[in-house]
Nanobody, 125 residues
C-alpha cells in the first residue's frame, strides 16, 4: 500500500487543520492506521491510531480532547482533525499503516510497516 498525507499548513495558535491520508494500491480496510509526528531535533512520536474497523482509537495524552482520528474505508482515506492547535504541535506529520490483525502496540512506530511522506504543520504563537 502507498500512503500520501496532505492538509498541512501554517495556522495560528488556537486554530484548526484537517490532515488526510490517502491510500493507494491496496484497500485501507486491510490495515490498522496511525498518525505520528516529528519536530526538528526530536524523535518521531505517536499522535493517534485507529483500528482497521474504525472501532478502536488511541490518542497520545498531549492531543487527547483536541485531535480526532477517523477513517472512511469506502473512500480509502484516513483523517486527523486537529483543533486548538498550539505551537508545540508544530512538526512533520506522517501517516502509517500495518496489516490488520498483525498485533503489536498501536502506539509504537515499529508496528507499522508502511509510511507515507509527511506533511508539515506549523503553528504560530
Amino acid at each position: 500500500v502507498q500512503l500520501q498525507a496532505s492538509g498541512g499548513g501554517l495556522v495560528q495558535s488556537g486554530g484548526s487543520l484537517r490532515l488526510s491520508c490517502a491510500a493507494s494500491g491496496r484497500t485501507i480496510s486491510e490495515y490498522d492506521t496511525a498518525w505520528f509526528r516529528q519536530a526538528p531535533g526530536n524523535e518521531r512520536e505517536f499522535v493517534a491510531a485507529v483500528s482497521w474497523s474504525g472501532v478502536t482509537r488511541y490518542y497520545a495524552d498531549s492531543v487527547k480532547g483536541r485531535f480526532t482520528i477517523s477513517r472512511d474505508n469506502t473512500k480509502n482515506t484516513m483523517s486527523l482533525q486537529m483543533n486548538s492547535l498550539q505551537p508545540e504541535d508544530t512538526a512533520v506529520y506522517y501517516c502509517a499503516a500495518d496489516p490488520r490483525n498483525s498485533g503489536g502496540n498501536f502506539r509504537g512506530a515499529p508496528k507499522y510497516d508502511y509510511w507515507g511522506w509527511g506533511t508539515q504543520v506549523t503553528v504560530s504563537s
